[in-house]
């Protein structure tokens, strides 16, 4: 069965450090997104993407946050200069072509570890 | 804003009982989804009813949506100790949005 992939499983880096997380999406799925989860708490929207483009993003997703679709299979989430807070688990998701399909597919998810 | 809220956001059970967890949200929506999260893991999809659906069923699942008081339920039947998981509804796809709104959660526990 096609699933989201995503890498790595978990990092850990210091405050101010850059931190790039990568995602597989499903093959045919055209809609991409990322939300993550502190622990204990909600999962929350970050961006969502179409069409090689932000097709929306949340509050979270401030200037320090960036999105890219560099070939046909990968989706990254990049943060630039990470702080404490964003220590939290990172999942990408893709959907199918589908306007009525609300499915999401979900990846394992990228703990991400700030000291 | 819209925003799903699960209770009880605790469940524990004996293998065999059923499990009814219930949400609620605050705005119109387009559908309602269920997730299941095993501890430390990604979401799996479980159902969506959309907002014309009254109730929905998928093998042990069963899914009722009422708009009219904006809330929901998933109940389990014949619970299995395999179905200990947190369960998340999440609305979503309102207005051309694309976000799906995720409540806190039932961490439902099911004992052998």
């Given amino acids: ?7 790595p ?6 405050m101010g450090q850059e ?6 999406p499903i ?3 055209l809609y991409f997104y990322w939300y993550r989860q502190i622990l204990g708490q909600k999962v929350e929207f970050l961006v969502s993407f179409y069409n090689n483009e932000i097709s929306e993003k949340s509050e979270i997703f401030d200037d320090q946050f960036s999105v890219e679709r560099p070939d ?8 630039r200069s990470t702080k404490l807070e964003d220590s939290a688990m990172y999942f990408c998701a ?8 609300g499915e999401l597919f979900f990846g394992e998810g990228s703990r991400l570890t700030v000291l | 804003s819209q925003q799903g809220e699960e209770d009880p956001q605790a469940l524990s059970i004996q293998e065999g009982e059923n499990a009814t967890m219930n949400c609620s949200y605050k705005t119109s929506i387009n559908n309602l989804q269920w997730y299941r999260q095993n501890s430390g893991r990604g979401l799996v999809h479980l159902i969506l009813i959309r907002s014309n659906e009254r109730e929905k ?3 042990r699942l069963r899914v009722t949506l009422d708009t009219s008081k904006k809330s929901s339920s998933l109940l389990i039947t014949a619970s299995r100790a395999a ?3 947190s369960y998340f509804c999440a609305t979503g796809f309102q207005g051309g949005s694309e976000k799906l709104v995720f409540g806190k959660g039932t961490k439902l526990t099911v004992n052998p």
């Fill in chain 1, 1 to 7: 069965e096609p699933e989201v992939t995503q890498t």
């Fill in chain 1, 94 to 101: 893709s959907r199918g072509t589908s306007v009525n399909t």
């Fill in chain 1, 72 to 79: 046909g299979s990968n989706f990254t989430l990049k943060i």
């Fill in chain 2, 83 to 85: 179905d200990t998981a």
């Fill in chain 1, 27 to 29: 093959s045919n799925h």
């Fill in chain 1, 19 to 24: 931190v790039i997380l990568r995602c597989v």
């Fill in chain 2, 57 to 59: 069923h998928s093998g």
């Fill in chain 1, 9 to 14: 499983s978990h990092q850990v880096t210091q």
